[in-house]
């Protein structure tokens, strides 16, 4: 089940975390893994090691804060990797402030980044998947997106114009054969998580029903069934994936 074989996915924010897990998981599927993101060196380092467990993956410089960039970027790929059948776009930023302290430039850094930088992933590639009539489209928001906090203004409105652009793809390219959906992950066991002190994890893991934070190899999980075949009848829709903190 689950099989990924003769597909090729593109996966933004491939060198660490989340993005990274997600990489591994797919070309253990089959697939064949663009890996995306500003830090080549942990990219190349990355498909090496797709590579030495008998996968096949390609590293790709892709600056999501830089949308005009990201097109000819894709244009640029050899022809045996320009046909792009899996798009998960993971890439994000945060900028946390209060709102009467978040400056301007906090907004619309984490705007650019998170959304439009996922307009101008998926935007060169639809036409590619059109013309197959077969695609896989999505999106890692954040629980955030869909409850709000306190400091994330500009955070939660990115995620959640995510969940917009899945809903409006899934209406436009449904007819296609193509699906577009949303995994919304909580608290998941990341560089960014490991920061936060022992206290603070306690307090945060109270919150959450299962009782703990996630690891990045749940969340690829989500995001492998929403690609496979299997999920083919699913589109337009959010997955929670955070252990029932957000219910």
Same mark, same amino acid.
């Given at each position: 089940?689950?099989? &990924? +074989?003769?597909?090729?996915? &593109? ?12 990489? #591994? $998981?797919? =070309?253990?599927?089959? =697939? $064949? ?11 190349? /380092?990355? =498909? ?7 996968? *096949? /993956?390609?590293? &790709?410089?892709?600056? #999501? ?13 050899? !022809? *045996?990797? !320009?046909?792009? +059948? ?8 945060? $900028? ?28 060169? #590639? ?6 197959? $009539? ?59 998580? *490991? ?6 994890? *306690? ?5 959450? !029903? &299962? ?10 999980? !989500?995001?492998?069934? #929403? ?21």
């Amino acid at each position: 089940m689950f099989r &990924l +074989d003769g597909k090729t996915a &593109l996966v933004t924010g491939a060198s660490q975390g989340i993005g990274r897990a997600i990489a #591994l $998981r797919l =070309a253990a599927q089959g =697939a $064949r893994v663009l890996a995306a993101a500003r830090s080549v060196g942990k990219l190349e /380092a990355l =498909a090496a090691e797709i590579g030495e467990a008998g996968g *096949e /993956a390609r590293a &790709l410089r892709l600056d #999501l804060a830089s949308p005009g960039e990201i097109g000819p970027a894709l244009d640029a790929l050899p !022809a *045996e990797w !320009a046909a792009i +059948d899996i798009v998960v776009s993971n890439a994000g930023i945060t $900028r946390d402030a209060l709102m009467a302290r978040m400056t301007l430039e906090q907004w619309q850094e984490v705007l650019t980044t998170n959304l439009t930088g996922a307009y101008a992933v998926v935007r060169p #590639l639809v036409r590619g998947m059109m013309k197959k $009539r077969w695609g896989r489209i999505v999106f890692v928001s954040s629980v955030v997106g869909l409850m709000g906090n306190a400091g994330q203004a500009n955070y939660a409105a990115s995620k959640a114009g995510l969940v917009g652009f899945s809903k409006s793809l899934a209406r436009e390219l449904g007819g296609r054969n193509i699906t577009a959906n949303v995994v919304a992950p909580g608290f998941v066991e990341t560089a960014m998580t *490991e920061s936060l002190g022992e206290k603070a994890r *306690e307090d945060l893991a109270k919150s959450i !029903a &299962l009782g703990r934070f996630g690891s990045v190899e749940e969340i690829a999980a !989500a995001v492998l069934y #929403l690609v496979s075949e299997e999920a083919g009848y699913v589109t337009g829709e959010v997955l929670n994936v955070s252990g029932g903190m957000y219910i």
